[in-house]
């Protein structure tokens, strides 16, 4: 998935999809932490600069307005800045941890907003 480019037609479907795509790791990672921790490693690592790519693009102040305009790209943006208490590389050793910021943003407020029913957030 490419980097979000947001404006003023960014969609609500649209969001939620990136989340799902985002979410949508954890069931695999989970699977090959224990069977292929390297393959896990090196997926964990891809989906870690994905979401460092758009946290740093919707982070830029000429989006400012944006933000205040739209609740639900500022709810995305609030669900990927979750992500930041992870920092670094992501190792075997810290792979967990990775894993777990996920399941954290799985259940943080923001998504309540973006998934206004809970039956909608995967997993």
Partial sequence: METIQPNENTTLAELQERVKYILGFKPNLEKLLD???QQAVKIATSLHKFINSEE???SKA???QLMLDNIYLS???AFVEEFRHFSGKITKGNLHSFIFEITSAHS???LRVLFPTNDEIPF
Avoid: F, G, V, W
């Fill in 35 to 37: 069977n292929d921790p």
């Fill in 56 to 58: 740093k693009e919707l």
């Fill in 62 to 64: 000429r989006y400012d």
């Fill in 75 to 77: 709810n995305y943006r």
């Fill in 108 to 110: 943080s407020t923001e």
